[in-house]
């Protein structure tokens, strides 16, 4: 039955319901005495009441879809609203379900351009910062020597703190190049590339733990790259904005097939404070790969971040935990 009978009848039968009140044995008279008044007052609110319950009752299912509507995320996909009924409503929620299930396949689409495009950026500025930075800086360490080397004395130890600040300025610059493109993660594997960005946050403020389980799968490039992002996501969140004096980052095999990352910390958690522009960049590049991404508290406070990779995007040959 459409929406539009279904409101029709739901109208008729109030309709009804008064004019047999008007047939039955009830009369009014003129003018219209207290006891009267009050029989018609209480008909009247009796009519309303039950006109709000059975339109209620009839749009319930429209107010199950607005509410659908307005908690969507499509960077949290898979919820779909419960076809019920039939007719109109039922035709529009299946309509909704299908929207979202295409908007959420251009979400995916768009955001791998979007981050394929800003990894091939990253390594491009992160190759000029080595080849053109890295090395100018390299030659005026090599000019500051020469001339520390026949300067005066008191011009030599001017120019040694030079030589100093020169140097730091490039340590710091590589070490913008390597968290622009991660070398090592190319070079010796994804559990290389995660102890040394775990030796890279720790600091004497925050202690960083790293476990990983021996003979995992071997992951998809992509995937490892996805694992190492967020793992870098969440330390740089953690060391930012936690207040955390320890942090533990763990790769292991998930019970069910697959693998599974999780930096946990023991800082002031998450709050109520609205997810930001980090967190958001960890969901569309777990979105990229299917997988699934859990943020919230830990079980003893702090903040803890799960990324699960079910073996369907996994490889089957074991990789040995690298030295």
Excluded: C
Aim: hydrophobic fraction near 45%.
């Amino acid at each position: 039955m459409s929406l539009y009978w279904r409101i029709f009848l739901l109208n008729a039968a109030v309709l009804v319901a008064a004019v047999l009140l008007l047939l039955g044995p009830v009369t009014v008279s003129t003018p219209v005495l207290l006891g009267e008044a009050l029989v018609l007052l209480v008909g009247l609110v009796a009519m309303l009441i039950a006109n709000a319950v059975l339109l209620r009752i009839g749009l319930a299912p429209l107010q199950r879809l607005t509410r659908a509507m307005a908690t969507a995320d499509l960077l949290q996909p898979g919820h779909r609203t419960t076809v019920s009924g039939t007719g109109e409503i039922a035709e529009l929620t299946k309509t909704f379900n299908a929207m979202l299930g295409r908007l959420e396949a251009e979400r995916a689409a768009s955001s791998g351009r979007v981050l394929s495009a800003q990894e091939a950026e990253r390594q491009r500025i992160a190759q000029e910062l080595h080849d053109e930075v890295g090395q100018t800086l390299t030659a005026v360490l090599l000019q500051l020597k020469h001339a520390a080397d026949h300067a005066p004395d008191p011009v030599r130890e001017d120019l040694h703190q030079a030589q100093e600040t020169t140097r730091a300025s490039l340590d710091e610059i590589r070490r913008i190049a390597r968290r622009l493109r991660p070398g090592v993660l190319e070079e010796l594997g994804l559990h290389s590339a995660l102890r040394a960005l775990a030796a890279e946050f720790a600091t004497s403020r925050l202690s960083v733990t790293t476990h990983i389980t021996p003979g995992l799968p071997q992951l998809d490039p992509a995937i490892e790259l996805v694992f190492y992002r967020i793992a870098q996501e969440a330390l740089t969140n953690t060391a930012r904005h936690s207040g955390a004096r320890t942090v533990e980052l763990h790769l292991r095999a998930l019970p069910g097939g697959g693998v599974g990352l999780l930096v946990r910390d023991n800082g002031r958690g998450l709050g109520s404070a609205p997810e930001g522009a980090g967190i958001r960049g960890m969901r569309e590049r777990a979105l990229l790969i299917g997988a699934e991404l859990l943020i919230g508290a830990g079980p003893s406070g702090g903040t803890q971040v799960r990324l699960n990779v079910t073996g369907s995007t996994t490889g089957d040959h074991p990789r040995e935990s690298a030295r």
